[in-house]
């Protein structure tokens, strides 16, 4: 479908409008859960829907953000009014936004399926398949759409993805990520990839997570649990983390769970270009638990530094945590 046609589609206009109000609300400090929700079910509405948040999604990447400041957005959530009354989206987009967003579909080049999707550091994203499958995308992270007639084929190439996958039980869905292969079918899991560890964790449905390699059997995980592949059979766990902390990412969260200072630093590292490190074999190894903001590294060095008697070195692009030096 070429942008032209799209234009001129009577209801292309409004959703293309909708969905910029979307991304500005989940871009902004006002997200919330409920939002969250409710784009679900406004992306579920239609194949449109869907199209327009991925044009419009590719967009707002390229504006770095213009729509976002000329559009003022809120939820209207009626609380516990009976059904058929649903929760509803009011938007608004000023002129100035809503012109300059049709200048940039103009020159817009439209896909339904990008061939690879990447995420930058500190930045997540949603993407919606054109079967109704979406894709949550973490910091860092990128993915290769490949559907075909005989089955929908992601691959999961570095970083970290929810998938909750629209139920075709004629069309399989496989991701593939390091030397591992998850086949689901209408379900909801998480995984990541992280240099030679590959974590595959079952939130609803069923997944099969099989070795490409010739030998290897195939793990059956059930929701609430989480496989974790370094290298090799024997090496491969099974245990039953809180996905609650797993996917605080999505509401802008790190959850650090009884780390070490080091294990934290290389968590929060994966969402800054300012970079934290700390110096001493003894510092490395407090532990630490907590929530904290992603990419924000100078809050997090200072309360670990206020909290366990540390000192900060701050320069333009890091952070060093270490002991106190002590006059002799």
């Excluded at 991701?175 to 998850?182: E, I, L, Q, S």
């Excluded at 100078?298 to 692009?317: C, D, I, P």
Aim: aromatic share 6%.
């Amino acid at each position: 479908m070429n942008t032209s046609a799209l234009r001129h589609h009577p209801t292309w206009a409004a959703a293309v409008a909708e969905a910029s109000a979307w991304i500005a609300l989940l871009h902004g400090p006002d997200r919330t859960v409920a939002a969250e929700q409710g784009l679900k079910r406004w992306l579920a509405e239609s194949s449109r829907h869907r199209q327009a948040f991925n044009l419009a999604t590719e967009i707002w990447m390229e504006s770095r953000g213009a729509v976002k400041r000329a559009a003022r957005v809120s939820l209207t959530l009626p609380g516990n009014r009976p059904e058929p009354q649903r929760r509803r989206l009011h938007w608004h987009l000023s002129a100035a936004a809503a012109a300059a967003l049709l200048l940039l579909l103009a020159g817009a080049v439209f896909f339904l399926q990008q061939p690879a999707v990447v995420t930058g550091i500190g930045e997540r994203r949603i993407l919606a398949l054109e079967d109704g499958t979406q894709v949550y995308l973490n910091t860092s992270t990128r993915v290769v759409v490949d559907y075909g007639p005989r089955g929908r084929h992601v691959h999961l190439e570095t970083g970290e993805a929810i998938f909750e996958v629209a139920k075709r039980p004629d069309w399989p869905f496989v991701v593939t990520v390091g030397d591992r292969k998850v086949t689901a079918l209408g379900t909801e899991f998480l995984v990541r990839h992280d240099r030679e560890r590959v974590m595959v964790t079952l939130v609803d449905g069923k997944v099969a997570v099989a070795s490409l390699s010739p030998v290897g059997a195939s793990v059956v995980l059930k929701p609430g649990e989480r496989l974790t592949c370094s290298g090799n059979e024997s090496a491969s766990i099974v245990d039953r983390p809180d996905i609650g902390k797993l996917t605080a990412w999505q509401r802008g969260k790190v959850h650090i769970d009884n780390l070490t200072l080091g294990e934290a630093i290389a968590e929060m590292n994966r969402y800054s270009r300012v970079k934290l490190a700390v110096a001493g074999t003894d510092a490395a190894k407090i532990r630490l638990s907590g929530i904290f903001a992603v990419g924000d590294a100078r809050n997090f060095a200072n309360a670990v530094a206020l909290t366990h008697g540390l000192e900060v070195k701050e320069s333009r692009s890091r952070i060093v945590l270490s002991e106190v030096s002590r006059v002799p």
